[in-house]
């Protein structure tokens, strides 16, 4: 029972555990054991890591690293061209899983989930046990392994499904959580991301207790409204529900720079960066988008969209990078000092052949955090 006399929700976040390169060893038991990048070809342009095996990822492979820099770190590694349906396929029985105990799922990708687990359908009560069997299904039914969180909101339920990866499930209960969020390092945070940790750390700010030492006006002053943001996580708050419905209205991505961008080759470059991680996430979600939208940010914080509706969606980075530069163009970006740029794709399920030049009401979601 929480402070307020409202009974604590159950939520479960469960997150596969490489799951793209993980498909790949179970279908191909040649690859088993075996440093696996599931992603772009290193000899081609602009290839992308859209997963790595464990056993790649032990040579400092990561997600979205670009393929030419993984092959350097793991000369060895084989490189899986991505299977997207099915991996849709096999995400599509691992939530008929989910839906034996709830009907409060929501997807954030294809594989990874919330699940509002207060009132589930089988009556087993504890939410310990049913993300246990719900981890042991998937074993069993499918051959392959998720990591589990488990606590009374969605944010720390994603944070603890991370503690034990691979295969791991973790418990954060209600009196636990303050003093679990006291030791997290700053760039552990979920929503917190290289460039706001480090500007972080530069205020000596290096472990949530240190963040919790800041009120929210201090906080909104340093880092802007999504300091209120910050301000109730460090202290493990989070309102949100569980939302089995949600429909995902756009797919983006950000980067604020060290320093202001003057030649347009070096805006280039970032939006070739911005537009592979939108393609990995909207193939992840098996989606694609007629409109590509580009955010500009100056160094006087003015800040600028432009967008444009194609007759054919698109889920490609190259594609996407292509209109992006376009856009850019158009902004005539020579000698201009910019410290943000952003690239998005939405429009997912209506055709629109319209050039918009400025921003729309129903735009203002595109790159929230």
């Given at each position: 029972m929480s402070e307020t006399g409202?009974?604590?929700?159950?939520?479960?976040?469960?997150?596969?555990?490489?799951?793209?390169?993980?498909?790949?060893?179970?279908?191909?038991?040649?690859?088993?054991?075996?440093?696996?990048?599931?992603?772009?070809?290193?000899?081609?342009?602009?290839?992308?890591?859209?997963?790595?095996?464990?056993?790649?990822?032990?040579?400092?492979?990561?997600?979205?690293?670009?393929?030419?820099?993984?092959?350097?770190?793991?000369?060895?590694?084989?490189?899986?061209?991505?299977?997207?349906?099915a991996y849709k396929d096999v995400s599509e029985k691992i939530r008929a899983i989910f839906h034996r105990y709830t009907d409060l799922v929501e997807p954030l990708s294809l594989d990874e989930a919330?699940?509002?687990?207060?009132?589930?359908?089988?009556?087993?009560?504890?939410a310990i046990d049913i993300a246990k069997q719900i981890r042991q299904a998937i074993q069993e039914e499918l051959?392959?392994?998720?990591?589990?969180?488990?606590?009374?909101?969605?944010?720390?339920?994603?944070?603890?499904?991370?503690?034990?990866?691979?295969?791991?499930?973790?418990f954060i209960g209600p009196s636990a959580i303050a003093g679990f969020m006291e030791k997290l390092p700053v760039e552990k945070f979920h929503g917190v991301g290289k460039v706001t940790a480090?500007?972080?750390?530069?205020m000596g700010l290096h472990t949530g207790a240190e963040l919790k030492q800041l009120t929210k006006n201090e906080l909104t002053k340093h880092f802007g409204k999504v300091g209120n943001f910050y301000y109730n996580i460090v202290r493990g708050i989070d309102d949100r529900s569980v939302e089995p419905y949600r429909e995902?209205?756009?797919?983006?991505?950000?980067?604020?720079?060290?320093?202001?961008?003057?030649?347009?080759?070096?805006?280039?470059?970032?939006?070739?960066?911005?537009?592979?991680?939108?393609?990995?996430?909207?193939?992840?979600?098996?989606?694609k988008g007629r409109t590509v939208t580009l955010k500009i940010k100056y160094s006087d914080f003015k800040q600028i969209t432009r967008n444009l509706s194609l007759s054919?969606?698109?889920?490609?980075?190259?594609?996407?990078?292509?209109?992006?530069?376009?856009?850019?163009?158009?902004?005539?970006?020579?000698?201009k000092l910019i410290r943000l740029l952003?690239?998005?794709?939405?429009?997912f399920g209506q055709q629109s052949v319209n050039h918009h030049r400025n921003k729309k009401p129903g735009q203002l979601g595109l790159f929230e955090d």
């Open positions: 409202i009974p604590f929700r159950k939520i479960i976040h469960i997150d596969m555990d490489a799951f793209y390169a993980s498909v790949e060893q179970r279908d191909n038991p040649e690859l088993k054991g075996k440093p696996i990048i599931v992603g772009g070809s290193p000899e081609g342009r602009g290839g992308v890591v859209a997963t790595a095996s464990y056993e790649a990822r032990k040579y400092g492979i990561r997600s979205a690293m670009p393929s030419k820099t993984a092959l350097r770190l793991c000369p060895a590694a084989i490189f899986v061209k991505p299977r997207f349906q919330y699940l509002d687990v207060t009132n589930d359908k089988a009556g087993i009560g504890s051959q392959l392994t998720a990591s589990a969180g488990v606590s009374v909101n969605k944010f720390v339920a994603k944070m603890a499904s991370d503690i034990n990866k691979p295969d791991g499930l973790t480090e500007k972080m750390k530069s995902t209205k756009s797919i983006s991505a950000e980067d604020t720079f060290p320093y202001d961008l003057t030649d347009p080759e070096e805006m280039y470059k970032a939006i070739d960066g911005l537009a592979a991680t939108v393609s990995r996430r909207a193939q992840q979600h098996a989606m054919v969606p698109l889920d490609d980075a190259e594609e996407i990078a292509a209109v992006a530069k376009k856009l850019l163009d158009g902004t005539e970006p020579d000698d952003g690239v998005g794709i939405s429009n």
